[in-house]
């Protein structure tokens, strides 16, 4: 079982809809969660942290955490073209000294 | 601020030979990482430094790889000798205390290719 898990891909979402993103992790114990954003040949760039569970809403994305299901999410409400690109799930396991990321799902938002 | 910086951005090499890659990481940062980054896939952490010590170098794989990070700031990461398994990505990241609840801010990356 891999540490963190995503669906690779590609997600289709036609533009001004909402875009879900779905990650789950192995380690209970598991502390902190982040969303990155990886465009075609750059470099992953945060977007999102969430640290307990919930929403954490921050313009139009949402982070929502359930630490009993072992799941995080990312919404992203009306997408835009430029939303297009792969978003990475990483988590802080229950050692707390390392990163450990997921493969990345690729959203493709359709005009 | 000033963000992550790493050299080269590119690097094409034959297998067996050996390259060198450097990271300066945002002023104030005392986390560093190494990431080696395959097409297709996330981020896998090579090395991380907290100041100039080794907390996690699990994934490297020591007998290629070596990093150093020489009075707490820049980092050098070097492959000796290449393989071609060794095309991909590398991805320098700071983070401004340990892991725990600092978020990574990456450089530019060198992309590696090995022929």
């Known amino acids: 079982q891999k540490e963190v898990e995503q669906n690779s891909g590609p997600l289709s979402v036609p533009e001004g809809a909402i875009a879900s993103l779905n990650c789950t992790y192995s380690?209970?114990?598991?502390?902190?969660f982040f969303w990155y954003r990886q465009y075609s040949g750059k470099s992953p760039e945060l977007i999102m942290s969430?640290?307990?569970?919930g929403d954490k809403e921050d313009g139009r994305f949402t982070a929502q955490l359930n630490k009993a299901s072992q799941y995080v999410s990312l919404l992203i409400r009306d997408s835009q073209p430029s939303d297009s690109a792969t978003y990475l799930c990483?988590?802080?396991?229950?050692?707390?000294?390392?990163?450990?990321f997921g493969s990345g799902t690729r959203l493709s938002i359709r005009p | 601020e000033a963000g992550v910086a790493q050299s080269p951005r590119y690097k094409i090499i034959e297998k067996r030979q050996s390259v060198a890659f450097w990271c300066n990481p945002i002023?104030?940062?005392?986390?560093l990482y190494w990431y080696q980054q395959i097409l297709g896939q996330g981020p896998k952490l090579l090395i991380q430094f907290q100041n100039n010590g080794v907390v996690d170098d699990s994934q490297l794989p020591k007998d290629r790889f070596s990093a150093e990070r020489l009075k707490g700031v820049d980092s050098t990461l070097k492959i000796q000798p290449a393989k071609l398994e060794d095309s991909a990505v590398y991805l320098c990241?700071?983070?401004?205390?340990?892991?725990?609840?600092?978020?990574?801010?990456f450089g530019n990356g060198t992309r590696l290719t090995v022929t």
């Open positions: 990483a988590v802080i396991g229950s050692s707390a000294s390392k990163i450990i």
């Open positions: 969430i640290y307990s569970n």
């Open positions: 990241a700071s983070s401004l205390v340990g892991t725990g609840y600092s978020p990574l801010h």
């Open positions: 380690d209970r114990g598991s502390q902190s």
């Open positions: 002023s104030g940062h005392a986390t």
